[in-house]
């Protein structure tokens, strides 16, 4: 089997924000509208700031491809569906702009496109297009700081499971019990 | 400023409720009112469910962001078998709304002269479908709002039960308005009165348990209606006007009953009820990340 899944390296990245104009550039061609959803520019990674308390911190939150993903489950027509690679996808054709996806994803993870009503998120087309010929999606490309990786968690060999396996990592809320499989490393 | 999903316009999904509420235990009523034998304003009732259940999909079609392609995806999902007939509640709702408003339609039609129709609408079973998928109607759409985990005000039990009671209270209020059959409404001022006490306790328990036993996010949702920015609304519009004073005027008819304390007292617990849902969907916030 295989399970497709992101890593993000909190300790190495440097918050250039490369990852998320490539993905912008790549994905919905450079466009400059507003991301109404999240008072963004249109890229699928959104920068979660905490900047008060005792340890400002930076993240960097997207599609968690999550193995038990609450966007899949309440999806009416099954617009939204977990591929065989482990991918969280979405088919337009199915999907009849209910945003039931966008409420249920504790991450915030989709935002709409107002342009075709359909709720973006990660991966969008370059990148899937980009991974079906065996490509690292724009984000994992373009990274200066080698803070990202992607590859298949079934795979030991796989440079995703070969960082896990020497990081210590987080999952975002674990608690909802979505089993999500975008990894923070926290350090080595 | 607090930030509140904005994902689900709250006075877009929150009329679709009312109505869906309005149209579901209407429908209930209608057919309880039909088995005891009350033939008064028959027709404007069933009139009145037909066009709150096609108010309610016009609301909720209108939220969406891709309208021109719900028919054209619910047939390819129904036929390409993705259609999430037990897996999403959105689902169940639209198999459900298209099934109220095809009985309600032959209701309204029937009431309307269209006597053909009377071996099917006068019918036993008929009357059992059409109290069942109005039941069905009004609590789906409280485990709709329930059952999304990305905003945690909403996962509570108590949303249906709430919903139930508050979608009782419109059918009380229709019957109130439109009937004025002694005995029928003397009964529905006792079943407001009831209801009305009881949704004041399904309304503290939400606020109550959000605050004292609820995640982050949901904590914030509930202070925010009973102290912070949504407090006026929710204090003296929902609480005040939509149920705290049609209990009072209930409890005054209860001793002698009175028009027009009825009328008043059925139309401040319909806008309750459109407040009820306004505001529970404007407080609902997302977990904080991090």
């Not at chain 2, 209860?254 to 304390?261: I, T």
Request: aromatic share 8%; proline share 5%.
């Amino acid at each position: 089997m295989t399970r497709l899944a992101h890593l993000w390296d909190q300790s190495r990245c440097i918050a250039c924000g490369a990852c998320i104009a490539a993905c912008n550039a790549a994905n919905y061609g450079s466009a400059t509208e507003e991301n109404k959803t999240w008072r963004w520019l249109r890229s699928n990674i959104r920068r979660v700031e905490v900047l008060r308390g005792p340890r400002p911190m930076l993240l960097l939150v997207q599609c968690q491809h999550c193995e038990n993903a609450p966007c899949v489950t309440v999806c009416p027509t099954g617009a939204s569906y977990k591929d065989v690679d482990g991918l969280v996808k979405i088919k337009p054709e199915l999907c009849i702009g209910c945003k039931y996806c966008m409420v249920a994803c504790p991450y915030e993870a989709r935002w709409l496109d107002e342009r075709t009503g359909l709720p973006e998120k990660c991966m969008g087309d370059e990148c899937l297009s980009r991974v079906s010929q065996g490509l690292l999606p724009i984000c994992v490309e373009v990274c200066p700081a080698g803070a990202r990786a992607f590859g298949d968690l079934d795979d030991p060999s796989s440079e995703i499971s070969r960082r896990l396996a020497r990081s210590r990592y987080v999952r975002l809320l674990e608690n909802k019990g979505t089993e999500p499989k975008y990894f923070v490393v926290v350090g080595p | 400023m607090t930030a509140f999903q904005e994902i689900w316009a709250p006075w877009l999904i929150g009329p679709f409720l009312w109505f869906a509420g309005i149209a579901g235990m209407g429908s209930v009523a209608y057919v309880l009112l039909k088995w005891i034998g009350v033939e008064e304003k028959r027709k404007e009732l069933s009139w009145t469910l037909l066009i709150s259940m096609a108010l309610a999909l016009v609301f909720v079609i209108a939220d969406l962001s891709r309208p021109w392609n719900v028919a054209s995806a619910i047939m390819s999902a129904v036929f390409g078998g993705t259609f999430g007939w037990t897996r999403s509640w959105m689902a169940v709702g639209i198999v459900l709304l298209l099934t109220g408003l095809l009985l309600t339609l032959l209701l309204a039609l029937r009431n309307s002269g269209v006597k053909v129709l009377a071996p099917l609408t006068d019918a036993k079973w008929f009357d059992a479908l059409l109290a069942l998928v109005g039941i069905a109607i009004t609590v789906y759409s409280g485990f709709l709002i329930a059952a999304a985990p990305g905003v945690p005000f909403w996962n509570t039990p108590l949303l249906p039960v709430l919903w139930i009671i508050s979608a009782s209270l419109c059918a009380v209020a229709l019957v109130k308005l439109m009937i004025h059959h002694e005995a029928m409404s003397k009964a529905a001022t006792r079943y407001g009165v009831a209801l009305d006490a009881a949704e004041l306790l399904a309304i503290f328990a939400l606020i109550n348990l959000a605050l004292y036993g609820g995640s982050v996010a949901a904590k914030q949702s509930a202070h925010t209606l009973a102290y912070g920015e949504l407090a006026p609304i929710f204090w003296i519009g929902l609480v005040g006007i939509g149920v705290v004073i049609p209990l009072l005027l209930g409890l005054i008819m209860l001793k002698k009953e009175n028009k027009y304390l009825g009328i008043a007292a059925a139309v401040l617990a319909l806008i309750g009820a459109l407040l009820l849902r306004v505001l529970v969907l404007q407080a609902g916030i997302f977990e904080p990340i991090i």
